[in-house]
């Protein structure tokens, strides 16, 4: 095995974990605002993860727990999620 396929594993499997959450998972990068990587469930929600409103904005620090959140549906209907969010440095 190379180092580079070493070194590529620990992230891909990561994606690969993340991807397959049963739960709305949605990675943003903290500097752009935009999501880098978002789990099958967050993909099929009301709305994609570039269209969620960001409930904090990048870089504060902050941990969010179970704020609610509301939105509209592509039906028109309008719904509530609760949004968790916190900050992961490297």
């Given at each position: 095995m190379s180092t580079t396929s070493e070194e590529q594993r620990p992230a891909?499997?990561?994606e690969a974990v993340i991807?397959?959450?049963p739960a709305a998972v949605?990675?943003?990068?903290?500097?752009?605002?935009?999501p880098v990587l978002a789990s099958a469930r967050?993909?099929?929600g009301p709305a994609a993860p570039?269209?969620?409103p960001p409930a904090r904005p990048?870089?504060?620090g902050d941990a969010l727990e179970a704020e609610e959140v509301a939105f509209r549906r592509?039906?028109?209907s309008e719904g509530v999620c609760l949004l968790s969010s916190a900050s992961v440095r490297d």
């Open positions: 891909s499997l990561w991807r397959q959450m949605v990675v943003v990068d903290a500097r752009t605002g935009e967050a993909e099929q570039a269209e969620w990048p870089g504060a592509a039906d028109g």
